[in-house]
């Protein structure tokens, strides 16, 4: 019996599909990744976060939305859409972490800018990525719900009404909503994430366990929809709401998406900026300033624990 042998490995067997899939593997790794891979420490950050965008936060959380209002509440609920969105910035920041420190959102970029923690030049060019992250996302819920919208909405795509299915892919405010109420509904709200997100990440708060992150955001982020939800979804994250907006204008809603709500489409784009800059601030003047020591490296804090146990050696010899 004549038996093929993989070009790569030299080894031989009778399964011609699973060494040919070997070869195709190794001709992978071994020629075609170090070509593709990014030198460019940035470049690669910025892929990292239009991936992450597109894969989970969008794909995710406007896939929950679809799933409740296409199939009438059926098949899922307010409560259900909810853990979409956090479980989506859950697997998010964990697949994002290792290669852009999961900046997700642009109001936590300008954030950690404003705290001096990065240059304001990377501010834009992460807004970018995530603008097209959440385009690209919102592109494959339509594609993969066409049906099941063209179903619920009678082939009409509509931002208002009983049918109105633009709600899946951006915020909209209820009826009950003035434009100013929502200012305040998105500052108060962004403001709150940002002074919890500083505080998971604040050390001086205490080590937390490697992995337990992610899954706090994600608590925040659930707690934060079940409680400031109702007025208008809390977008919190201008590029998750203009980019899917952006999305739905040029797909079929038209530029009702831009009149709903008396002009609603900015408020979730620069309420947020202005409710990150206040948590921020918030943060910084009424916790972090009165921290009573400043952080340690874990080397600088056994040094401190020696010097200390040398003082008190000495103190009882004499």
Not at 206 to 214: E, H, K, M, S, V
Not at 222 to 250: K, V, Y
Request: aromatic share 10%; hydrophobic share 45%; net charge neutral.
């Amino acid at each position: 019996m004549v038996k093929k042998v993989c070009c790569v490995t030299g080894r031989c067997g009778h399964n011609y599909e699973t060494l040919f899939a070997c070869d195709v593997f190794l001709l992978f790794v071994f020629f075609i990744k170090p070509k593709v891979i990014l030198h460019s420490l940035f470049c690669r950050r910025i892929l990292n976060c239009s991936c992450v965008f597109f894969l989970h936060l969008q794909l995710i959380g406007s896939g929950a939305a679809a799933q409740v209002i296409t199939s009438q509440g059926t098949h899922g609920s307010y409560l259900t859409m909810q853990l979409g969105s956090a479980l989506g910035a859950v697997f998010g920041i964990f697949v994002s972490r290792g290669v852009s420190g999961a900046q997700l959102n642009v109001v936590w970029s300008m954030s950690l800018w404003i705290l001096g923690r990065q240059p304001w030049r990377k501010v834009p060019l992460y807004a970018l990525s995530h603008l097209l992250g959440a385009f690209l996302g919102a592109a494959t819920v339509y594609l993969q719900y066409y049906d099941a919208i063209q179903v619920f909405s009678g082939g009409h795509l509509s931002v208002a009404g009983p049918n109105a299915t633009a709600g899946i892919f951006c915020s909209y405010p209820a009826d009950h909503l003035s434009v100013w109420g929502g200012i305040v509904d998105q500052v108060v709200a962004t403001a709150l994430l940002l002074i919890c997100c500083l505080a998971v990440e604040d050390r001086r708060q205490g080590l937390l366990p490697d992995g337990l992150a992610p899954v706090l955001v994600g608590a925040l982020i659930l707690t934060i929809g079940l409680s400031m939800g109702s007025n208008c979804g809390f977008p919190l994250n201008p590029a998750r709401d203009l980019g899917p907006r952006l999305f739905t204008f040029i797909a079929g809603w038209g530029e009702e998406v831009f009149k709903a709500g008396g002009g609603w489409w900015w408020v979730p784009i620069v309420a947020p900026f202005v409710g990150g800059l206040l948590g921020t601030l918030i943060y910084e003047l009424l916790i972090e300033v009165h921290h009573p020591h400043t952080p340690q490296s874990p080397g600088q804090e056994s040094e401190a624990v020696e010097l200390e146990e040398v003082v008190v050696d000495s103190g009882n010899n004499r």
